[in-house]
C-alpha cells in the first residue's frame, strides 16, 4: 500500500521539477479504485501474516502484521519466496494449506 502511493508521490514530484511547475499547480489524482484495491489487498497479507505467526509472542504477531500491512508488496514476495519456492510450512496450518490447495 505505501509502495502504490510513494510511487505515486515520487511521480507527481519529478513531472513537476520537469515541467517547471509549482507544487500546487499539477496534482495527479490516485483513481479510487486503486486505493480500494491496495486496501483490499494489504487486509489479505495482514491476514496472511497473522496466521503464519500464530505461535509467535503476542508482539511479535502484531509487529509483523503491522509491517505486512504498511508494505504488502515486499512481503507477499518474501512470503512467496520462502512458502512457496522453498516450501517451507508457516507455524499455522490453515493457511499453508489454503495457499497449497490455491496453488495446484
Known amino acids: 500500500m505505501l509502495e502504490l502511493f510513494t510511487a505515486f508521490k515520487v511521480l507527481e514530484h519529478y513531472s513537476n521539477i520537469n515541467e517547471g511547475l509549482s507544487n500546487d499547480s499539477f496534482k495527479t489524482k490516485i483513481p479510487t479504485s486503486w486505493i480500494i484495491f491496495a ?3 494489504s487486509i489479505a497479507t495482514a491476514y496472511i501474516a497473522y496466521a503464519c505467526n ?3 509472542s503476542p508482539a511479535t504477531r502484531a509487529l509483523v502484521t503491522l509491517i505486512a500491512f504498511f508494505f504488502s508488496g515486499f512481503y507477499l ?5 520462502l512458502h512457496v519456492l522453498f516450501d517451507r510450512p508457516c507455524s499455522s496450518k490453515t493457511i499453508s494449506n489454503i495457499i497449497k490447495n490455491f496453488s495446484k
Open 39 to 41: 486496501i483490499l489487498i
Open 77 to 81: 514476495i518474501y512470503y512467496f519466496i
Open 54 to 56: 500464530q505461535y509467535e
